[in-house]
């Protein structure tokens, strides 16, 4: 039988986060008191070893899962753009957009599924190598039905690899602190949306070279890099944590799979483990205990929530520079792929300022969520309604304040997921509800993209109204998401979140009626850190 190290058990209502000075008691290892700042260290240092590998494999599925967009304006003066050199029509561009969603709503959650019973690195490197492989086959596009395939199995290899990594975190960080390193690696989208549409412009100076097209060039060296990157988050991405002394058992083909380093040794893996030992208390999980997440409510708001922000973010990335030449029909390609840029640099700024505050403030992510939210319908209705003529650039203005209001909400939703289901139902709790929330949520991506835009011809005529009713219907469902914020809060309120009593796994409860295991991160996680220990703060 295995030795377990004893952990305190109290009710829920003994919860109290008390700390004093800085020190946390810990009673369960006989160390006294642990120094707050000892394990700030130490979670810092787990940042050092996973934010840039999730950042860069992020950036290149985000630059290869996104620059169709692009593609269609690159070398348009020279018919060289995607619908000239494959024969599409905008509605089949618009059905190829939305195939690659279809397939990621059908399959987020059995990839999740299937990370938490495999090795999360490993899963992590599959997706992106196998996105590198299909990304770089896209250059050799032909016609509408191979855009269709690839555009399908792209849908298929990412799926669950914007989950995974929310799921990733919460092995090595409390919830409540996950919204900030979201955010950070989320930059990446945004700098890939900002730096692919400036590179972009270098691939159309490349149109001809080796009978290539521009956005031929564009797909096959990024589809090379992510599969080398992929290759190399073998050594880079640390595995599951295990309990201090513990080795891993490698066994069939793990024996073949390179070994990476363990995220922490010695005292750092020891410090881990008291403040985070709800990690290592894990069980196989069952259908039961994944039906148990399916039917909680609590997943429902969170999806609306999603639905809304990431249909507008989708629909966006894929369509700016197309909304962009409908201010202004006499820019360039070259000009459109530099003016979309800034609408991703918004959104970046909006995440590094809004999503620390988050993290401090976590028992307020509704509210902010929902004003990044009303700032997106507010650049929503300048797109639609500002500026005139001779005069569009209001409009693009606009398009800013889409930008930096889409920033926060995405990963805000993601973390408040994270918090919600860990507590209630562990590890498959974050794995299932994260998957469903993503999954489900890009429902929104489907509309924004086959729908609207291109993909409704009565709005899609030339003219002052263009895609007015696309940019409407965006703000609608902006709507039903800060709905679904305010509703989430208040059943949060009167309804509560208490563990569910059946649940073992992750530490977070035992069988029912028993007490709640309560780890270091358990109990500090009760209050919200405010604006102390900032570096204005500090002594």
């Known amino acids: 039988m295995e030795k377990q190290v ?48 999730f950042w860069t494999l992020y950036f290149l599925c985000s630059a290869i899962r996104s620059n169709v967009g692009l593609s269609q304006t690159m070398n348009i003066a020279q018919k060289h753009d995607l619908a000239h050199e494959l024969h599409l029509t905008p509605k089949q561009i618009s059905t190829g957009l939305a195939l690659f969603y279809v397939c990621y709503v059908v399959f987020d959650l059995p990839s999740n599924l299937v990370m938490t019973r495999l090795s999360p690195r490993v899963w992590m490197s599959r997706i992106v190598i196998a ?61 890939s949306a900002a730096v692919v549409g400036l590179v972009s412009a270098g691939f159309q100076k490349m149109d001809g070279l080796q009978g290539l097209v521009g956005f031929q060039w564009m797909f096959l060296l990024y589809g090379l890099v992510a599969i080398c990157v992929g290759i190399g988050l073998l050594w880079w991405l640390p595995d599951r944590p295990l309990p201090p002394g513990e080795s891993p058992v490698r066994t069939g083909l793990d024996k073949w799979i390179p070994q990476s380093r363990p995220a922490l040794t010695g005292e750092d893996a020891l410090i881990h483990y008291e403040d985070l030992t709800r990690v290592y208390r894990r069980r196989q999980w069952t259908l039961m205990d994944l039906w148990h997440v399916v039917i909680d409510w609590r997943v429902w708001p969170l999806f609306l929530m999603y639905f809304g922000v990431v249909g507008v973010g989708i629909g966006v990335q894929n369509y700016a520079t197309v909304i962009i030449r409908a201010t202004n029909p006499k820019l360039t390609g070259i000009q459109l792929s530099l003016l979309s840029a800034p609408i991703w640099i918004m959104d970046l700024i909006a995440i590094l300022l809004v999503t620390p505050f988050s993290d401090r403030f976590h028992h307020h992510r509704a509210l902010f969520f929902s004003v990044p939210v009303c700032i997106q319908i507010a650049g929503l209705l300048m797109t639609t309604y500002a500026g005139s003529i001779a005069n569009p650039w209001p409009r693009y203005g606009g398009l800013l304040l ?138």
């Open 131 to 191: 996105v590198g492989i299909i990304g770089s086959c896209m250059a050799a596009m032909k016609a509408a039905w191979s855009f269709y395939l690839l555009r399908l199995l792209l849908g298929v290899v990412i799926a669950g690899m914007w989950p995974g990594m929310a799921y990733y975190l919460t092995l090595f960080y409390p919830p409540s602190r996950t919204g900030k390193r979201i955010g950070q690696y989320f930059t990446a989208a945004q700098v």
């Open 402 to 539: 889409v930008g930096f209001g889409l920033g926060p909400t995405v990963p805000i939703t993601m973390t408040w997921t994270n918090e919600i289901f860990q507590p209630r139902h562990g590890e498959v709790g974050v794995a299932a509800a994260s998957a469903l929330v993503s999954g489900l949520g890009n429902l929104g991506s489907i509309l924004t993209t086959y729908a609207l835009f291109q993909g409704w011809p009565a709005d899609a005529r030339k003219g002052r109204k263009q895609y007015r009713k696309s940019t409407l219907v965006m703000v609608g469902i902006l709507c039903l998401s800060i709905l679904s914020a305010i509703t989430m809060t208040l059943l949060l309120r009167y309804v509560g979140n208490r563990p569910n009593g059946k649940q073992i796994s992750s530490g977070s409860s035992t069988s029912e009626g028993e007490g709640v295991i309560v780890d270091g991160a358990a109990r500090r996680e009760l209050q919200e850190r405010g604006l102390g220990r900032l570096w204005w703060s500090r002594r």
């Open 6 to 53: 004893a952990r305190e058990r109290l009710p829920p209502q003994a919860y109290d986060g008390s700390t004093c000075h800085g020190l946390e008691q810990d009673t369960e290892t006989g160390l006294g008191a642990v120094d707050i700042e000892r394990i700030e260290k130490v979670y810092r240092k787990l940042d050092l070893r996973i934010i840039p590998a």
